[in-house]
């Protein structure tokens, strides 16, 4: 704990200094790293966009018969700029109710640095590896776990590597990924991934075909799509996954409608299949909920309610909570004039 708040006060005094300092631009256009954003922009801000991630709620269900209050995880998510072309981003885990680290570094989601131009972009460090499947893709807060699939919940997808991006056109990128993998338990083993991400008004891809070594000549072979279709209002995923391997074969269909009131509300609904490794069960899993965002200036608070099943971990579950996001940048810079962005 006496790390943390170390580690709390480093973070917040040189952003301090930072923001005393004054915003720095740079008149260079350069592209943002964040996929889908790929506009230009000819001023740089190198104070850090620092924030405090939280969720928690109440429980009720097959594991908390008589219901709970808890809290499921508490981020830390720092993201800036050291020149034009190079960009950071770091999120940690705090606290977490699903994980237990060994160490500093494995509660560290990912700790990476980019170098992007208008065409290509280099990342290295720690990073989520490249899996076609929108449910795969989300960040932690944002999923419900116990609606996910066994395999999301179980795969260890934060490891150390290098990865490029190139983007042949507007809202296409082709990608290539060398890691760790996570189904090498000698530190011997790579992961190694090709993708495809494209989008139209109509539907996002997210394809990609993956090699993971399990030791000596071991391999696990896997071909994952994700479609994202949009009908109006209505967002509908459907993930497709395979992996092929005697001991860690398998594959999962995901489907996952949902429908956006404006930019207050969203109803969302999940159905899931995967089959055990270890028997002929198939586990299901399935849900939904509804989220709200009660502020009209952005969605940093969020309330949603959601209702579970699933074979593979607690069965039914009803889970009422609250997600918000601090924004300590922001408030620093309120403290020393600075305009927000």
């Known amino acids: 704990m006496k790390k943390l708040f170390v580690f709390l006060g480093i973070v917040l005094s040189t952003v301090g200094s930072a923001v005393s300092a004054q915003e720095v631009t740079s008149t260079v256009p350069m592209q943002k790293s964040s996929w889908g954003d790929a506009e230009t922009s000819e001023d740089v ?15 009720l269900g097959s594991e908390y018969e008589a219901g709970r209050f808890t809290g499921d995880d508490l981020n830390i998510d720092i993201n800036g700029y050291i020149s034009p072309n190079f960009s950071y981003s770091l999120n940690h885990r705090i606290a977490s109710s699903y994980y237990g680290e060994a160490s500093w570094f494995d509660a560290t989601n990912w700790l990476t640095l ?31 776990y116990e609606m996910n699939s066994p395999f999301y919940n179980d795969f260890d997808c ?3 590597g290098i990865s490029g991006a190139w983007y042949p056109a507007d809202d296409h990128e082709v990608l290539l990924q060398i890691a760790n993998s996570p189904y090498s338990f000698d530190d011997r083993g790579y992961s190694f991934a090709a993708g495809w991400r494209g989008a139209w008004d109509w539907y996002e891809s997210y394809w990609t075909t993956n090699l993971w070594m399990t030791g000596g000549d071991g391999l696990v072979k896997g071909v994952n799509l994700g479609n994202r279709f949009y009908l109006g ?34 109803l969302f609904a999940k159905a899931g299949a995967e089959p055990s490794g270890f028997s002929d069960d198939l586990y299901i899993f ?16 969020r309330l949603h309610a959601a209702y579970t099943y699933n074979e593979y971990t607690v069965g039914h579950l009803l889970n009422i909570g609250l997600t918000w996001k601090m924004n300590l940048t922001n408030g620093i810079k309120k403290l020393f004039g600075v305009a927000e962005d």
């Open 45 to 59: 801000c190198y104070i850090p966009d620092i924030s405090l991630d939280m969720r928690g709620g109440f429980r």
């Open 114 to 144: 980019t170098y992007e131009t208008d065409n290509f972009s280099i990342t290295a460090g720690k990073d989520a590896l490249l899996m076609g499947s929108f449910e795969y893709d989300a960040y932690d807060l944002d999923a419900y």
């Open 158 to 160: 934060w490891q150390w």
């Open 233 to 266: 209002n209505f967002t509908i995923d459907l993930d497709l996954m395979g992996r092929f391997n005697e001991i860690y074969g398998g594959w999962d269909i995901i489907l996952s409608p949902s429908y956006q009131f404006g930019e207050w509300g969203r």
């Open 286 to 301: 399935l849900g939904g909920g509804f989220e709200y965002f009660p502020l009209k200036e952005n969605k940093n608070i």
